[in-house]
């Protein structure tokens, strides 16, 4: 697979969990709190992949790498607001809104914007970086380390 | 190469407020300004430069025996409050910087560096202050501190008039003068801001509630195109940093924006919504156009 195939395979995972966490209600907070731990351990790994693989190899193709960083903390930041959010609070399916939305714009950016932009890599280098992410994504997908950074994660921010 | 330590740097901050919890937003919207409605760093910056210019008369005084008995002292004060500003004045910038793109990025660390450094000298410089035998030397080391103070001012110039860093970016043309037709009504969804071009102007239109709101399409902080935001809690978002702008008044209830949104008159003429630029002394339109002036 070619690295935007990877990642756009990635981005339907996330989008996938965002739209069952939308549609959970107040009274299943069981069926949400394991959805939310999801979702920061697959946006965890989403953005350390883009970031350690895919963004400094289109570096010299692309002019959008600041804005997907912006956008990367922005996600990061309304990732917080909803740790922090009780999960029977009336507020939480706003919040999750929000996280929605603040991920479609940046999956829109990159798949609209910025992966064409990375095909006059061409396909050699698309075909090489693409198994360079999809190993790097079970690499942390299976670590030991990354469990223990989204544990750790997932504590201080729900007490801060 | 300056990208790697930046985004490092960057992180630190991130995460830096994340620890802050909920704290952490009005915490960065008073750094930012977003209640002054300008920048806050360029205002507070004038207290290291000022007191930090103010100690080196009186030093310049006490080491040619003009100063009398006081200045000694008085240098110190002045130092002190310095640094007591300059630490104020780095929790503004690195808050202000963390959402800089491209070459201002680069150049903010730098001048953060350099800014970091004097604040070393100068801290340096305070506690050999209180240590007799060492006034030379307390002198020598606000020197240097100065002049690295003044060379990153320069940098801190380069950002704001060069790169336009904390500028307004909003569209402040004064057209439309008179209501101009945009759209059909009914390619409104309601709650969902739609981006338009009136001649050349960038304007957001938001249906809700039985109404169209309208304001300014182009983000004030750094250009953002507010056609692709969204709602939440009813303000508009900016896609790029999450500013938030109330659509009644344009002004911005979350930062890093500290300008507000030019607001538009709406009104449903056979159809179609019309608007019209409103302005106010708080979103200031130019009187002449470009093209006008150059008709």
């Known amino acids: 697979m070619k690295a935007d195939q990877v990642l756009i395979a990635h981005h339907d995972v996330l989008r996938g969990l965002l739209r069952q966490l939308a549609e959970t209600t107040e009274d299943q907070t069981a069926q949400r709190g394991r959805l939310r731990d999801e979702l920061l351990r697959e946006l965890e790994v989403h953005t350390q992949i883009e970031d350690e693989l895919f963004y400094p190899a289109v570096r010299d193709v692309s002019p959008l790498l600041s804005l997907a960083h912006a956008e990367h903390r922005q996600i990061d930041d309304q990732l917080a607001t909803v740790m922090r959010t009780p999960l029977d609070d009336p507020d939480f399916g706003t919040e999750v809104g929000m996280l929605s939305a603040t991920l479609h714009h940046h999956t829109f950016e990159e798949e609209e914007r910025m992966f064409p932009q990375s095909h006059a890599l061409g396909e050699e280098r698309l075909e090489e970086l693409g198994r360079q992410l999809q190993e790097r994504q079970r690499e942390l997908t299976r670590s030991g380390a990354m469990r223990l950074i989204v544990r750790l994660k997932r504590m201080t921010l729900r007490h801060v | ?295």
Do not use: K
């Open chain 2, 1 to 295: 190469m300056l990208d790697g330590p930046g985004y490092q740097l960057e992180h630190g901050i991130s995460l830096t407020y994340l620890l802050a919890g909920r704290r952490a937003r009005p915490l960065q919207d008073l750094l930012h300004g977003v209640w002054l409605g300008h920048p806050l760093h360029p205002a507070l910056v004038t207290v290291p430069v000022g007191a930090w210019t103010a100690a080196s008369v009186l030093d310049g005084l006490a080491a040619t025996g003009r100063g009398g008995p006081g200045a000694g002292s008085a240098a110190r004060v002045t130092v002190g409050v310095g640094v007591a500003g300059a630490v104020a004045s780095a929790a503004t910038g690195l808050t202000d910087w963390q959402h800089a793109h491209d070459g201002a990025r680069r150049v903010g660390l730098v001048h953060a560096g350099l800014n970091s450094t004097a604040l070393g000298l100068y801290s340096w410089s305070l506690l050999d202050r209180g240590r007799r035998g060492r006034a030379g030397r307390a002198r020598l080391t606000a020197a240097a501190g100065l002049a690295l103070t003044l060379a990153s001012s320069w940098l801190g110039g380069a950002l704001s008039y060069r790169h336009g860093l904390g500028t307004d970016h909003a569209d402040r043309s004064p057209e439309p003068r008179r209501f101009t037709p945009v759209l059909q009504a009914s390619d409104l969804v309601d709650g969902q801001p739609v981006g338009v071009d009136v001649d050349g102007v960038p304007v957001v239109l938001v249906a809700g509630d039985g109404e169209v709101r309208a304001v300014g399409g182009r983000c004030p902080h750094q250009g953002a195109p507010l056609g692709e935001g969204w709602l939440h809690r009813g303000e508009l978002v900016c896609p790029w940093h999450g500013s938030r702008f109330d659509l009644g008044t344009g002004e911005p209830t979350q930062g890093p924006s500290t300008a507000p949104l030019p607001c538009f008159e709406t009104r449903l003429r056979e159809g179609r919504v019309e608007v019209r630029r409103r302005g106010n002394w708080r979103s200031p339109t130019a009187t002449t156009t470009v093209e006008e002036a150059s008709r």
